[in-house]
């Protein structure tokens, strides 16, 4: 069952408060993920998703393992 | 080296296919983390399944080709993809050996931590943020950015149980700043009603608690099936020595009837979810305080399914 995210669940925010709050959460990727990867987080989706691919396979070219270990569980 | 774009687009085409086909299913975690805008490094794809839909989505695995490559069962490890273990929260293995490096696949039927049914609230191919956020409430430092980035944008979509996924004490004080937290939400996490959250370092004590209480539990909870793994792994081993299994088919027999004798399909229900939920309490008392035991959120509604 396909639904959509849940619509004006938060009535009171107003245009201005929800402009506040996109900076409050671009401020956060920018302290928790860095510059670099906060810049990727708020791209459109093709281009954050191309820019996602670039990263992992330039890792991948230069040995970095990205693959987990099969556990049986997943953590 | 199979680019990341095509591996992806395999993953997500496999996951589009089954659901053409009826097999309820979505993708989560890495790969839906970035889909909602948080970049995560893992070329793995991990998918939910609806563990009665086991059978057909194996056989659509099995039938589905990467480069001209079939896949097998990952490692003697694996718990087969099988309706009974995919409902005790197992996590089944699949990889498509490549050249240089294998193409992996991780499927189970229970969300980790899930609070409701995943498969009621799909964004497409992908499980909803809030399920995706849930899951990364793990014994892992490096997760919990993910939960509180994924509850921002739940919040920035008006959807207010973003408030439950926001980790970070800065972050919950300038966000109540500007739409404070509906009431009924501290019912489920009883640090909101700190808010406006500006006791600073009473937020971050409790915080600290919250996380210290999910890694706890998530110890608990791998510590579980790992106990139950060791035998079937080894039995698996046995089974297969000197044999060659053609494909997931056969794999799947082999692993099942080990299955049968050693992995018992529903561990965490079997321990008892009220003890692991009692066991992570008191071992937060310990190391964090006896008194943040009241501000601990609700650990019973995230077995949803087990």
Known sequence: MITDPPSASIPSATLAQRRRLRRIMRDFHVRAFGEELARVNLLPEPQRKQAVAEMIDHARRHGVKLSRPALGVTP | ?306
Request: include cysteine; proline fraction near 7%.
């Open chain 2, 1 to 306: 080296m199979i680019p990341y774009a095509e591996l992806e687009n395999f993953f997500a085409s496999l996951v589009a296919t089954a659901q053409a086909r009826g097999i309820t299913c979505a993708i989560t975690s890495g790969m839906a983390c970035v889909h909602f805008g948080v970049a995560a490094t893992t070329k793995d794809c991990d998918v939910l399944c609806d563990a009665a839909k086991s059978d057909d989505f194996r056989d659509l695995i099995a039938s589905t080709g990467l480069r001209g490559r079939f896949p097998i069962y990952r490692g003697n490890i694996s718990p087969p993809l099988d309706a009974r273990w995919m409902r005790g929260g197992w996590t089944s293995h699949f990889a498509w050996k490549l050249k240089s490096e294998d193409a992996c696949l991780d499927i189970f039927g229970i969300a980790p931590r899930g609070s409701s049914p995943w498969h009621q609230d799909l964004r497409g191919i992908y499980a909803a943020p809030n399920v995706v956020a849930e899951m990364k409430r793990t014994n892992r430092d490096k997760d919990w950015p993910f939960a509180t980035a994924l509850g921002c944008q739940m919040l920035d979509e008006a959807n207010p149980e973003g408030w439950l996924h926001l980790y970070d004490a800065e972050v919950l004080r300038l966000c109540a700043k500007q739409v404070p937290p509906p009431d009924h939400l501290a019912q489920w996490r009883p640090l909101l009603q700190l808010a406006p959250f500006t006791d600073t370092l009473r937020v971050k004590r409790l915080l600290l608690a919250e996380r210290a209480f999910w890694s706890e539990l998530d110890e608990l909870r791998v510590r579980i099936y790992q106990k139950h793994l060791r035998p079937y792994t080894s039995a698996v081993r046995r089974a297969s020595a000197g044999r060659a299994i053609a494909g997931v088919a056969e794999s799947h027999a082999l692993r099942l009837e080990c299955a049968l004798a050693h992995l018992p399909p529903q561990p965490l229900s079997d321990y008892g979810l009220d003890r692991m939920i009692l066991e992570a309490k008191t071992n937060v008392g310990v190391t964090v305080g006896p008194d943040v035991s009241e501000w601990l959120p609700v650990a019973e509604k995230h077995f949803y399914g087990l």
